[in-house]
């Protein structure tokens, strides 16, 4: 990634400004955004289902037409400040990084690569990823999680990914 590219240092900083300060914000309906509003967080008690209104297992979602994340505090506040980075970083590279936006490995592998870049701590992006997957448990997320922990190690024996 290119820290120097504005747009991405905007959405880092908006991003951990959000992750230290999710146990401080308000949620019920409440946006917040990046200082140059190209960004958007409605931070909602819950995540629901738009269709029956059911919460939804979620930490995070966002959306496909306007990169509106979703972020739901009841599930957010459970995470560690590197875990709510890896989480939002996956969800904001859906619509800004992503070659095929629904791609749930090209997200967590690009969120992946900024995060690691950053230094955070390997053990909190797979621990969050974890739990993420152990609400929604299935073969599709145990291969996912297989991909992602190759990913890390192979970027900590330096191997080029």
């Known amino acids: 990634f290119d820290y120097n590219n504005p747009n991405v240092r905007s959405f880092i900083e908006f991003l951990k400004d959000f992750s230290e300060r999710a146990e401080i ?3 019920g309906h409440s946006v917040y955004t990046s200082n140059d509003g190209q960004f ?3 931070y909602l008690d819950r995540i629901v289902n738009r269709a029956t ?4 297992a979620t930490p995070a979602r966002i959306s496909q037409d306007k990169g509106v994340i979703e972020v739901s505090k009841s599930h957010f506040l459970k995470y560690t400040v590197p875990q709510r980075m890896a ?3 996956h969800e904001i590279s859906h619509f800004y990084l992503n070659d095929k936006m629904e791609d749930e ?3 967590s592998l690009n969120a992946l690569k900024i995060y690691l870049g950053l230094g955070y701590p390997r053990i909190d992006a797979q621990l ?3 739990q993420v997957f152990a609400g929604t448990p299935s073969e599709l997320n145990k291969r996912r999680y297989q991909i992602l922990d190759k990913y890390i190690r192979d ?3 330096n191997k080029k990914v």
Do not use: M, T
Not at 53 to 56: A, E, S, Y
């Open 25 to 27: 914000f308000s949620a």
């Open 40 to 42: 958007r967080i409605d």
């Open 53 to 56: 209104g059911q919460p939804l």
């Open 87 to 89: 989480i939002l970083l």
């Open 105 to 107: 490995v090209e997200a």
């Open 128 to 130: 969050a990823f974890l």
């Open 155 to 157: 970027f900590d024996n």
